[in-house]
């Protein structure tokens, strides 16, 4: 392991050399390559499916697994997005001239050698590959088991390209012992690694982060809600509570629970439950949300959970001040949004809820680095530090100062 960390962080030195134009260049020769290759990607991505088939892995977690074509077009048009992205390096992000005469400049750069440890969807191993190469930093992946086969076609793919353009294929790194005790001994190379990102369910994340020793940016779990108010335009609310809920049950940006203001249940509980019956959605409600529809009970835990499925809680409030107080106790600071045509409402919830990011009148669905015009992400981060909500090729640069003197000594 060390050897192989001490070749991705030698990588480091080559990758700083290049220009913003090779950069771009290589990104766009990896897109076609993708696109080339899509056969033999979907081959190994046959084995995979198979192997969630034959270990009973949910519908989600399958779906999140496969890739045809569409979707492979899809990674590669996210790699040419992210080539066509202002270069986030040697940005001169502040700048000052001392009393002493010294110029001050703070310049963006590369964090370094980043591991990403990562489970079930492929497409992460190009978005997060061309996003650290974009932004001068070496990547080392670790793909979970059930999508192994398409993570390393993918992978030698990328790295296909390095090779071509005479660059290290270390830039681009798949972690050789991808068992528990290598990822807990990679999580603690801080000597080579520079950030760990892990990105995946609730035990995955707490492992890293008990035992690490790296810097972690930790993309949690993504317990989201949508609180439709009394003030809310219902045939708006229904619309957007069934793309957020049932068009990807199995993402991170999905809602769990859908929290409805008690002035407005009695008429519109039933609506939602009708359209989400279309969706054949499994419903749990709060003894209020009973005593309006039928539906199966909602425990305390239940609040808690990320479903990755098509689960959905429904919990009555008394007002906005209310759900706010419910996404503050059970919600995981990742997505939430509100429903309403109230100024005041709207910006309290917005100012109120703490998470990466807060909607007004739109699908936590949005989150998302490909959505917010990142091209892709590295993951949603749940951190207040140093990044929050989508990771793009900005969020994946620190920055040094350069600083310029003639001559000049401290007294």
Known sequence: ???????????????????????????????????????SIMEANKKDLEYAKANNLSAAMVDRLMLDEKRINGMAESIETIASLIDPLGR??????????????????PIGVIGVIYESRPNVTSDTAALCFKSGNVVVLKGGKEAINSNFTIADVLRGVLDKFGLPKEIISMLPDASREGVMQLVKMDRYVDLIIPRGGESLIRAVCDNATVPVVKHDKGVCHIYVDKYA??????????????????????????????????????????????????????????????????????????????????????????????????????????????????????????????????S??????????????????????????????????????KVFGSGQIRE
């Open 1 to 39: 392991m060390q050897e192989y960390l001490s070749r991705a962080k030698a990588a480091c030195a080559n990758l700083s050399q290049t220009s913003g134009r090779l950069r771009n260049e290589v990104l766009r020769e990896m897109a076609r390559a993708l696109r080339t290759e899509r056969i």
């Open 233 to 362: 335009n219902i045939d708006n609310a229904l619309k957007i509570a069934i793309n957020a809920k049932v068009q990807r049950p199995g993402v991170c940006n999905s809602m769990e629970t859908l929290l409805v203001d008690e002035s407005i249940a009695a008429s519109a509980l039933p609506l939602f439950k009708a359209e989400f019956d279309k969706f054949s959605t499994k419903l749990k409600g709060c003894a209020k949300t009973q005593e309006i529809i039928n539906v199966a009970e909602a425990s305390e835990d239940d609040f808690y959970l990320e479903y990755g499925d098509n689960i959905l809680n429904i919990k009555v409030v008394d007002g906005v001040k209310e759900a706010v107080a419910h996404i503050t106790k059970y919600g995981s600071g990742h997505s939430d949004a509100i429903i309403s045509d109230s100024y005041q409402n709207t910006e309290f919830f917005l100012n109120a809820v703490d998470s990466a990011c807060v909607y007004v009148n739109a």
């Open 364 to 401: 936590t669905r949005f989150t998302d680095g490909g959505e917010f015009g990142f091209g892709a992400e590295v993951g949603i981060s749940t951190n207040k530090l140093h990044s929050r909500g989508p990771m793009g090729v900005n969020d994946l640069t620190t920055y040094k100062y």
């Open 92 to 109: 001169t992000l502040d700048g000052w001239t001392l009393p002493n005469g010294l110029m001050v400049q703070k310049v963006s750069i």
